[in-house]
């Protein structure tokens, strides 16, 4: 019998289970079948773990960044700086993180644990602005800390941004492998994929990478309304200037309709009530962004359009880094 012994936990990246939710379903008598991809079986936690590993291992081929030397930085809402922490741990990087604000204590703490600097916005004045100056915007904040960091750069600092925004890496590791495994699992037997939107790497990432065995799965984005502030880790992108929007959404410097059929905006507590939901009726328990998709699929999965057909719901991350928000109630 041959041993199975991984060197690291960047081996066991990918390949996460497609789950049937039947529990759901059945209380909600929906026809369609709903399946879950659940992404904290990640060894880290969360579908982050897919393209920080990629955008990892990618700059170290290129020769951008070396173990023991380079710092890597990256600007979050938790699960990016999760992975960024503990693959950066795994491969010798120092890491910094500037985390936004309002994220869940448990995130913090994870970073902490695996050894990175953790900033919060909030004790970053130039970020802090930007924020406040575009409703808690992302990409603003991004935009700002590229800045800083090409100043530090300047002076000599060896330091790389991950940069999930922007870094083309963010769909393609979600084409290769996400997409891929979807298509794979459910042997082409997909009618949609319903995904909550942040960078917009994730969704435009299976998009392109279904639609080339079959450009008739719909694919459907759910988005927090513009002055949404609690389902932290998604952003609005349909009511927002154009610098503001996720490059992976944007073609011809406008917003994109290529990459999906239609668009969702979340009912704040209707994500929370589906991700409450799911976890009493099928055991999995997830966060506010995993709530958004699923109450986005259950919608979708009511049209008679749908069904018996397959509707694949992205669950980017555990509900274990939300226990401190009253999600799950206190």
Do not use: C
Not at 66 to 82: Q, V
């Amino acid at each position: 019998m041959a041993k199975k012994i991984h060197d690291s936990l960047t081996e066991l990246v990918g390949h996460t289970p497609l789950v049937r939710l039947r529990g759901y379903e059945k209380k909600l008598g929906l026809k369609a079948h709903l399946l879950a991809k659940v992404e904290y079986f990640n060894p880290i936690g969360s579908i982050k773990d897919r393209i920080v590993l990629r955008i990892i291992e990618d700059a170290e081929k290129e020769g951008k960044i070396k173990p023991g030397k380079t710092t890597l930085i990256e600007y979050t809402s938790g699960n990016t700086g999760i992975a960024v922490s503990a693959i950066g741990a795994m491969k010798g990087y120092s890491v910094r993180i500037f985390l936004q604000n309002g994220v869940s204590h448990e995130r913090l703490q994870v970073m902490k644990a695996f050894g990175a600097d953790v900033t919060e916005i909030s004790d970053v004045p130039e970020l802090q602005d930007a924020l406040k100056a575009t409703n808690n915007d992302f990409v603003a904040a991004t935009n700002i800390l590229k800045q800083h960091i090409r100043d530090r750069q300047a002076a000599g600092d060896d330091i790389y941004f991950v940069d999930q925004m922007i870094n083309p890496l963010n769909p393609k590791a979600h084409h290769d492998t996400t997409g891929r495994e979807i298509w794979e699992d459910t042997e082409g037997d997909l009618a949609a994929v319903v995904a909550a939107v942040g960078t917009a790497g994730t969704i435009r990432g299976i998009a392109d990478s279904v639609h080339e065995h079959d450009a008739g799965v719909k694919i459907f984005a759910v988005e927090p309304a513009e002055n949404d502030t609690k389902l932290t880790g998604i952003h609005n992108f349909t009511e927002v200037p154009i610098e503001r929007i996720p490059p992976s959404l944007k073609k011809d410097g406008k917003l994109t309709d290529s990459v999906f059929d239609e668009v969702f905006v979340a009912d704040t507590e209707g994500a929370f009530e589906a991700a409450r939901t799911v976890a009493k009726t099928d055991g999995i328990l997830v966060g506010n962004s995993s709530g958004a998709a699923l109450w986005g699929a259950t919608k979708i999965a009511s049209r008679e359009e749908f069904d018996g057909k397959n509707i694949v719901v992205i669950f980017p991350d555990t509900g274990l880094r939300y226990l401190s928000t009253g999600l799950f109630g206190e």
